[in-house]
């Protein structure tokens, strides 16, 4: 029996790969999370229960490694950004645990919307974007622009400058990037890539409503241009495994790069709906398991709508932690 570690049940993209895993008779899904009010948690019988401490918390990484050793874990997914980089860092310490995460390096350059601009300039259309400063302030922009924290998920810290003034104002802080506003429709992009790189399956869709950075409604689509630039876009960071790709268009009708997500997104049920169960497929990738040349998918709609999970007060999983980090993508 395998057993795989899920951490960040409370979050969207938590539920979603603990779901898909649950699906595999030969899989032992455990749940982690720092909040014991996490509804994934209770998906998993309560034996396979864990809390964790929060992400950024210098004992995190050694909760985590401790709890796959104890539990003798051989496949951990993390679904929780600020969690990736650190666990990334020591993944030799987990032993015998496979990380199926992106390589560090990839994950450097993938939270890093600026040095994810430079490396994707060559392989894909990237917005003209400039860290905030002199090198801002000397670009010739046509406003409005946007500007946006170099790191950081979802809408968080993002604003529109409408002229040159609201620019100056902003002074010199390089942990900004300004931006060309992109116009046109937006789209999501779930990649998955093989162990080289092959990109085997990019599933674009929409993000009809979104909801707290989260997609509540969309479709899969077919579209040659989104999955071309969205591999493209795998390809230049050197993806392994799962991410998601946001994309745009341009003025002129071109598929542009907003960010990568290096981790699976909350609206994965989509995905795996449309015909690629990229949880299941990533846990074969970690496992040394052979995956198809290529996973076709097709075209599906979803609405989401809550789900009450009732419970016995004494199951809930006390902690002293109060709130999430997860968001999606």
Request: aromatic share 4%.
């Amino acid at each position: 029996m395998i057993r795989v570690l899920v951490t960040g049940a409370g979050g969207p993209a938590g539920v979603a790969v603990i779901r898909s895993l649950l699906s595999r008779a030969d899989v032992e899904v455990y749940a982690a999370d720092m909040d014991g009010w996490a509804s994934g948690l209770y998906l998993v019988p309560a034996e396979r229960r864990r809390i964790v401490p929060r992400a950024l918390d210098p004992e995190f990484v050694n909760a985590v490694i401790s709890l796959c050793g104890a539990d003798s874990t051989n496949v951990l997914f993390s679904t929780v950004d600020s969690e990736l980089p650190a666990l990334a860092a020591r993944r030799l310490e987990l032993g015998a645990t496979v990380l199926a995460a992106p390589s560090l390096e990839t994950l450097e350059v993938t939270l890093d919307k600026f040095a994810l601009s430079e490396r994707v300039g060559s392989a894909a259309r990237v917005p003209t974007t400039r860290l905030v400063g002199e090198a801002s302030r000397a670009e010739k922009w046509d406003f409005p622009i946007i500007v946006k924290p170099r790191r950081g998920a979802g809408s968080r810290g993002v604003r529109v400058v409408h002229d040159r003034a609201g620019l100056d104002a902003l002074g010199d802080d390089t942990s900004l990037i300004a931006q060309e506003l992109l116009p046109g429709d937006e789209y999501s992009v779930d990649v998955l890539a093989n162990a080289v790189g092959d990109v085997i399956a990019a599933v674009p869709r929409t993000r009809t409503r979104v909801d707290s950075g989260v997609s509540i409604a969309g479709r899969t689509v077919k579209n040659e241009e989104l999955e071309a630039t969205a591999s493209a876009v795998a390809r230049a960071v050197g993806l392994t495994g799962v991410a998601n790709v946001q994309l745009r268009y341009d003025s002129n009708g071109a598929a542009a790069l907003l960010e990568v997500n290096p981790r699976f997104p909350g609206a994965m049920p989509l995905t795996i709906a449309a015909g690629v169960d990229m949880p299941s497929l990533a846990l074969d990738l970690a496992l040394g398991l052979p995956l198809p040349a290529h996973i076709d998918f097709r075209e599906v709609a979803n609405v989401r709508f809550l789900e009450d999970v009732f419970l016995d007060p004494s199951e809930i999983l006390f902690s002293e932690n109060a709130a999430h980090d997860e968001s999606d993508g």
